[in-house]
């Protein structure tokens, strides 16, 4: 656990969730991406917890978290935070979220707008049609459509494959994404592969990806998001526009050039620098 921060536990919207939590000021909800836990974030918690009351979520079905069979959609799981949110007596928060957990900041943004006050999200934002166009926009020399986006669209045989074996997965993802795979500790990459290593967990995390079909027709009746957003993009830069064209009116794009796709860990400092002056 990192110094400062308190592991704790909130029962909401039928499920278990796991919370890191410590700093003070204003609220801050950090959600995270897949294949990875809450710990995504050690490297900028600390710092941010300078100024605000830092809570990282391990989402519905990863890591310390319920896995439970079904609720995987995004609406769902924003409501998960949503209620966690109001657990911790809560009214108002800024939330940033990257990967899923980018997915999940949006629709919290769309549905409980009462709850937000900005919307930081980083590579990959909510399901949209351009999922479907991928092969558009990604970049030179990455495999035409995302291996892993059909792989976990399978029903068994993931956890049949991966059980026990995660840390290869782990391992490939982090050294096809990342610029900077040094980034990446031997004990970050098993502290990961441990936390999928099971049938119950890879299940689950394939569940984030089962679900974007019923994402995309979701957010078609979300209304526009007019609260301030912060788009930072790294790998999937171009995605990231993409995903947000038409959907909110007050966007700020930054593009942390060179950098790969896990932003929280291989580009800390930035990272910290763009939240900490967009939620001030």
């Known amino acids: 656990m990192l110094e400062g921060f308190d592991s704790r536990f909130a029962d909401v919207n039928g499920t278990r969730l796991h919370y890191v939590i410590g700093g003070e000021g204003d609220p ?18 600390p ?3 300078e100024r605000y009351q830092v809570i990282a979520v391990d989402l519905r079905g990863m890591g310390d978290s319920d896995k439970p069979v079904h609720g995987y959609d995004k609406k769902t799981m924003a409501r998960d935070i949503y209620e966690l949110v109001r657990s911790l007596g809560l009214n108002q ?32 934002g909510h399901p949209t049609e351009a999922f479907n166009e991928v092969r558009a926009l990604t970049q030179p020399g990455q495999p ?4 892993w986006f059909a792989f976990n669209e399978l029903h068994g045989l993931p956890e049949k494959l991966a059980e026990g074996r995660f840390r290869y997965i ?20 098993d502290l990961y592969a441990a936390a999928y290593n099971t049938p119950d967990a890879i299940r689950a995390g394939n569940g984030w990806y ?6 995309i027709v979701d957010l078609k009746d979300y209304p526009v998001l007019t609260l301030p957003v912060l788009a930072l993009g790294g790998f999937y830069y171009p995605l990231m526009v993409a995903q947000l064209e038409g959907r909110a009116t007050d966007v ?11 932003l929280a860990e291989e580009r800390p400092d930035e990272v910290v620098r763009e939240l900490t002056e967009f939620f001030a």
């Open 28 to 45: 801050l909800v950090l959600l995270p991406g897949w294949p990875r836990t809450w710990y995504q974030f050690h490297k900028i918690m």
């Open 47 to 49: 710092r941010l917890a």
């Open 93 to 124: 928060v800024n939330v940033a979220g990257e990967d899923i957990g980018s997915m999940v900041a949006h629709s919290f943004a769309a549905n409980h707008p009462e709850a937000i006050r900005k919307l930081a999200l980083w590579e990959a």
């Open 144 to 147: 035409t459509t995302p291996w």
């Open 170 to 189: 782990v391992d490939w993802l982090i050294d096809f994404h990342a610029t900077t795979p040094e980034a990446f500790s031997e004990e970050t990459r």
């Open 210 to 215: 089962q679900t974007f079909q019923q994402d």
């Open 252 to 262: 700020r794009f930054v593009e942390l050039k060179g950098a790969g796709h896990y």
